[in-house]
């Protein structure tokens, strides 16, 4: 877990540049991905319905496709390995590196990996390990954490990145224009790519019918992370499997128009296995861990439907509250619609804290309306108040309720509350004489209030009828 702050304090204290960087960048890919959808398909909707199916059918049967995909993997020389939680998954892929002697690789961008924390494991014993997706090559020169599933730096502006590569002597002198920067990475990456001994990705796709993986970027630095290293590590999420190879032609007219608003990412990589013999390059050899680390637990609840999600990041972008809040408000790996739902299922167990997420969150449906993979976000985020509720997981937000609903069957007790509630605006919020309210009310903006207004206008109108 992130920080331990409240998502509307963390809001509350969120810079105006932050803010802004965060509110233009989401609002700016909903808006792409809404003229694109748009443009090419008359009725969306059916597409997505469709990918929905496809993934439920998959999860229904995901013990059948992981042992398809498992052999499909085997026959083209691939390794295969399961993982039943986070730190086997580390363990496997520390192993596997030192078995090959890797003391240097890099990795492209993986919210698997982000999810386990791998990096600063790998780094912790003595790897070199150097992310090479920009976005990621920047958090991790400014020791940050990603705040977006598609754009971890949405939060940052390029004034921020020019003064970070001057910082770190990526640049010898101060240019924030957008393509100067991108050149000045590529400079550096390029070397490293040619140092490294592995090479570390995700996996957007697997194909359990043919064994092929399928890898989406717009930067190709996934490529350049395996082709000239001697290992490659796919780390993947149980749950991107789909069955057949022609169902891609579902998701990923799917996910290039949610993530970025592209008809198409601009490099869709398939990956067939290691370099085969009349290949030039290439990895001679290719491992995939496929990692359960709570997904199966998920599949077992009445959140399933979450387990379609395609990291597209379309929910995240037109959140009104993570367009306030950003994505490092959610205090963990997944932030926005997806992460208030995902976090508390994946990671609920070690961090009860993280029930008070689904609560982030005005249901007004429109994460449902832009999924690709039709997730009733909504309906998740009830079914997780309710367990919360029904587990007496309290968050400090929720204790004021029960008085409240004390207040709200009585008419009596809501009528003198009512004429009181006027005081309240004359009140400073640190004298409220319980600590919870204290809490509730340092969180919130109360409207002034008007109490008894409506009674004195309803009591009038029926007289002069
Ligand atoms: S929940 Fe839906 S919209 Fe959100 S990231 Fe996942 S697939 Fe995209």
């Excluded at 509307?8 to 969120?14: F, G, L, T, V």
């Amino acid at each position: 877990m992130i920080g331990n702050q409240l998502i509307d304090q963390y809001a509350r204290n969120i810079t105006d540049e932050k803010q802004h960087s965060v509110l233009n960048g989401s609002a700016a890919g909903t808006e792409k991905r809404y003229q694109v959808l748009h443009k090419d398909f008359e009725n969306p909707d059916e597409l997505r319905k469709l990918a929905a199916s496809i993934k439920d059918h998959t999860l229904h049967h995901l013990g059948d496709y992981l042992a398809k995909a498992e052999q499909a993997l085997v026959s083209r020389g691939v390794n295969v390995h399961f993982a039943a939680t986070g730190d086997d998954a580390k363990q496997t892929i520390l192993s596997i590196l030192q078995g090959h002697g890797v003391t240097a690789l890099t990795k492209a961008k993986s919210m698997a990996a982000e999810e386990i924390h791998l990096n600063p494991f790998l780094i912790e014993n003595g790897i070199e390990c150097l992310e090479s997706d920009l976005g990621e090559f920047i958090i991790q020169l400014d020791d940050d954490i990603p705040s977006h599933i598609v754009k971890p730096i949405i939060h940052k502006n390029r004034r921020e990145i020019a003064k970070t590569f001057l910082r770190e002597g990526i640049a010898a002198d101060y240019n924030d224009d957008p393509e100067t920067i991108t050149r000045r990475a590529r400079v550096h990456l390029r070397e490293k790519y040619m140092q490294a001994q592995a090479g570390i990705t995700g996996a957007n796709f697997v194909c359990a019918d043919t064994g092929r993986m399928l890898l989406v970027t717009n930067e190709g630095n996934s490529r350049f992370g395996m082709a000239p290293s001697n290992v490659h590590i796919a780390l993947v999420g149980i749950e991107k499997l789909i069955p057949r190879e022609k169902d891609l032609s579902v998701f990923l007219n799917l996910l290039g128009r949610s993530a970025t608003g592209q008809q198409l990412t601009v490099y869709t990589e398939f990956i067939n296995g290691p370099k085969s013999a009349n290949q030039p390059d290439g990895p001679e050899h290719m491992h995939v861990v496929f990692m359960d680390n709570g997904r199966t637990d998920v599949l077992a609840s009445n959140c399933k439907e979450i387990l379609r999600c395609i990291r597209c990041g379309a929910c995240q972008n037109v959140c009104p509250v993570y367009r306030q809040a950003s994505g490092h408000a959610y205090r963990s790996t997944y932030g926005g619609p997806v992460g208030a739902v995902l976090s508390p299922l994946l990671f609920g167990d070690r961090f009860p804290e993280l029930a008070d997420l689904p609560k982030a969150s005005s249901l007004c449906g429109a994460c449902n309306e832009v999924c690709p993979v039709d997730i009733p976000i909504p309906d998740l985020l009830l079914r997780l108040r309710d367990k919360a509720h029904r587990e007496h997981i309290h968050s400090p937000a929720a204790i004021p309720m029960a008085p409240f609903a004390t207040l709200a069957t009585s008419p009596s007790l809501w009528r003198t509350a009512m004429t009181m509630s006027k005081a309240m605006n004359h009140l400073p919020i640190h004298v409220a004489p319980i600590k919870p309210l204290q809490d509730w009310l340092g969180q919130r903006t109360l409207p002034e209030s008007h109490g008894g207004d409506f009674r004195k206008w309803y009591k009038a109108r029926k007289a002069d009828q």
